[in-house]
């Protein structure tokens, strides 16, 4: 079975860092230690972080759901 399109782990992160008034520089290593991800995994909660930056009241909808 394949693993879902975004884990729980990298959600966490991306709503953390969307939180976030001043992002951790760098980000990647700052990802990867405070939640223990790959560095795959923290570019994709970068992107994601973004999209919810850029989009809070349709993921805050969703979450209503």
């Excluded at 394949?2 to 290593?29: I, N």
Aim: glycine share 2%.
């Amino acid at each position: 079975m394949s693993e879902p399109v975004t884990s729980a782990k990298v959600d966490g992160a991306a709503r953390w860092l969307a939180e976030q008034a001043e992002p951790p520089h760098p980000a990647v290593p700052a990802l990867k230690s405070r939640f223990d991800l790959s560095a795959v995994e923290a570019c994709k909660a970068i992107a994601l972080a973004q999209h919810y930056r850029a989009n809070p009241s349709r993921d805050d909808e969703r979450n209503d759901a």
